[in-house]
T-cell receptor, first 111, second 111 residues
Framework: GQQVMQIPQYQHVQEGEDFTTYCNSS?????IQWYKQRPGGHPVFLIQ?????EVKKQKRLTFQFGEAKKNSSLHITATQTTDVGTYFC???????????FGQGTTLQVKP | DADVTQTPRNRITKTGKRIMLECSQT?????MYWYRQDPGLGLRLIYY???????NKGEISDGYSVSRQAQAKFSLSLESAIPNQTALYFC??????????FGPGTRLTVL
């Protein structure tokens, strides 16, 4: 199937530093979603992007969808310990709603 | 979310045993999904269903079967469990909107 590749797999940062995770596809995406999974928890929907070049912000989180709709990024400004977890991108099939996930980026934040 | 529940939450079983994981939802959603999560691989879709008469295979359906007993209930069965089915299993639901709602997960260990 059409996979989405996500990097890095792990990221350790000092509290207050910024963090970015990247999601890439070899084919054009109709949309990209982002989920957050806290340690021991389940994935929770953050956002969906659908437009070329789209940028959306949620407090300290900034989500971007590339102009060619083949890549996306999630940037966290001034990380906090509450940001710890694994962040997944996923593409959604419009007809079925099924999700194809990236491998995830696990963020650790040192206080 | 408490709206999507999974039982059991943890299960240890032996190779060759039959096991059933259950998922129930009170969100009134038509669409239900089963995913498995393995470290470094993200979440992969096993089966999905649009209603009680509709069952579809996902990326990795071999060795699994499902039953949609009612709109609110979607069960995943391992007919003869094997050790490489050791994983974290998530049920999810959605309607026609982008967001999927995940249950708390079932951690399955096959010895």
């Amino acid at each position: 199937g059409q996979q989405v590749m996500q990097i890095p797999q792990y990221q350790h940062v000092q509290e207050g530093e910024d963090f970015t995770t990247y999601c890439n596809s070899s084919t054009t995406l109709s949309n990209i979603q982002w989920y957050k999974q806290r340690p021991g928890g389940h994935p929770v929907f953050l956002i969906q992007l659908v437009k070329s070049g789209e940028v959306k912000k949620q407090k300290r989180l900034t989500f971007q969808f590339g102009e060619a709709k083949k890549n996306s990024s999630l940037h966290i400004t001034a990380t906090q310990t509450t940001d710890v977890g694994t962040y997944f991108c996923a593409r959604r099939s419009g007809n079925t709603g099924k999700l194809i996930f990236g491998q995830g980026t696990t963020l650790q934040v040192k206080p | 979310d408490a709206d999507v529940t999974q039982t059991p939450r943890n299960r240890i079983t032996k190779t060759g045993k039959r096991i059933m994981l259950e998922c129930s939802q009170t969100k009134g959603h038509d669409r239900m999904y089963w995913y498995r999560q393995d470290p470094g691989l993200g979440l992969r879709l096993i089966y999905y269903s649009f209603d009680v008469k509709d069952i579809n295979k996902g990326e990795i359906s071999d060795g699994y079967s499902v039953s949609r007993q009612a709109q609110a209930k979607f069960s995943l069965s391992l007919e003869s469990a094997i050790p490489n089915q050791t994983a974290l299993y998530f049920c999810a639901t959605s309607d026609n909107s982008p967001e999927q709602f995940f249950g708390p997960g079932t951690r399955l260990t096959v010895l």
